[in-house]
């Protein structure tokens, strides 16, 4: 059954360095999408992609968060520069194709730990 | 923003049993979906209910769609301890395009 893929896993960073998460949606999805969780909280909507542009994004998502989409298959994450409340997991999500837009589903996450 | 608000926080029940758990809002939901997420894994896609009042099942879990389309509610008949994990339900808010929001989550522990 196809699934939603990230890497890395875990990535580890120090204050104020870029990060790149990334993602390989399922492969015939059109909507991409990255969430967030803190440790112990709620999943936390950050942004959505389609047509190769972002149809939606929160408040969380402010100017230090880019995402993209550079070749068929990739849909990435960027955090410019970090800061210690972007430790959390991130969710990368997708949808569409033939099945409905708004069922998503969800990537294992990569486990962002700043310090 | 539109807030979940889903309940109870925890429960730990025997093996056998059946369990029930909700979620609330203020503000109307296109389309509800339920979600079970293991530890150091991501959210699970278990039920997607699209019309108000719609009831579905996959397997031992049914999950229906409020009539107001501010609520709705997952059961679980029968809990094995495979059914252990956090239950999240998300709502598709309307006028906001396909972006979720999700409920606290329900910690489901079962006792063999």
């Known amino acids: 059954e196809p699934e939603v893929t990230q890497t890395p896993s875990h990535q580890v960073t120090q204050m104020g360095q870029e990060v790149i998460l990334r993602c390989v949606p399922i492969?015939?999805?059109?909507?991409f999408y990255w969430y967030r969780q803190i440790l112990g909280q709620k999943v936390e909507f950050l942004v959505s992609?389609?047509?190769?542009?972002?149809?939606?994004k929160s408040e969380i998502f402010d100017d230090q968060f880019s995402v993209e989409r550079p070749d068929g298959s990739n849909f990435t994450l960027k955090i410019r520069s970090t800061k210690l409340e972007d430790s959390a997991m991130y969710f990368c999500?997708?949808?569409?194709?033939?099945?409905?837009?708004?069922?998503?589903?969800f990537g294992p996450g990569t486990r962002l730990t700043v310090t | 923003g539109q807030q979940l608000n889903q309940s109870p926080q925890s429960m730990f029940i025997q093996e056998g049993e059946d369990v029930s758990m909700n979620c609330t809002s203020s503000?109307?939901?296109?389309?509800w979906l339920w979600y079970k997420q293991e530890p150091g894994e991501g959210p699970v896609l278990l039920i997607a209910?699209?019309?108000?009042?719609e009831l579905t099942s996959n397997g031992r879990l049914t999950a229906q769609f409020g009539i107001t389309r501010k609520d709705s509610f997952l059961n679980i008949s029968a809990s094995i301890p495979s059914d252990v994990g956090i239950y999240f339900c998300?709502?598709?808010?309307?006028?906001?395009?396909?972006?979720?929001?999700f409920g606290g989550g329900t910690r489901l522990m079962v006792k063999p």
């Open positions: 999500a997708s949808s569409g194709g033939t099945g409905p837009s708004y069922e998503q589903y």
């Open positions: 492969s015939n999805h059109l909507y």
């Open positions: 992609f389609y047509n190769n542009e972002i149809s939606e």
């Open positions: 503000s109307i939901f296109n389309t």
């Open positions: 209910l699209y019309k108000a009042g």
């Open positions: 998300a709502g598709q808010p309307l006028n906001a395009g396909n972006m979720l929001t």
